[in-house]
């Protein structure tokens, strides 16, 4: 077994207000659908500044007081590369939002993220940003299909 592997770094940031939480309407066709702000880690980049710069390029607002929730992780179906989302929230924020190229962003209550148009596999993240018990959400492939375990 390699000691070593491709690996594919991301971040996404629950960004909430009272019972609001802020989304993004993807337009990527490869992904779309309703998330919370987020993107690559870039090389020589820190994590928590990558949030901070992607949160900033997607919503207009700078976030701080960031908060680690857990991970979101896969490996490709060929084992090409493992793919990893560091999930962090905040309720600290500054700024005037305004949406993007990625997608229009704008606030919605809480209680009906869960009936909207989320992209695939979001609503299966949810619960790392909102249960301390859990930390990791965890896809992996099994014949043709996609499963996944929270940890």
């Not at 690559?40 to 390029?57: A, D, F, M, N, T």
């Amino acid at each position: 077994m390699p000691k070593t592997e491709a690996v594919i770094l991301t971040n996404m940031c629950m960004v909430t207000d009272g019972t609001k939480v802020l989304v993004q309407n993807r337009k990527d066709p490869d992904w779309p659908g309703l998330v919370f702000p987020g993107g690559k880690i870039e090389p020589q980049e820190s994590v928590v500044q990558s949030v901070i710069r992607e949160v900033k390029e997607e919503t207009g607002l700078t976030v701080s007081d960031l908060q680690l929730c857990g991970i979101k992780q896969f490996t490709h179906n060929k084992g090409l590369y493992r793919y990893i989302v560091f999930l962090y929230k905040t309720s600290t924020f500054s700024g005037d939002l305004s949406s993007s190229d990625e997608g229009e962003v704008f606030w919605m209550e809480r209680s009906e993220l869960t009936a909207a148009d989320l992209a695939d596999g979001f609503a299966e993240m949810l619960p790392i940003f909102e249960d301390e018990k859990l930390s990791e959400l965890y896809f992996y492939h099994d014949q043709d299909d996609w499963h996944y375990r929270h940890l």
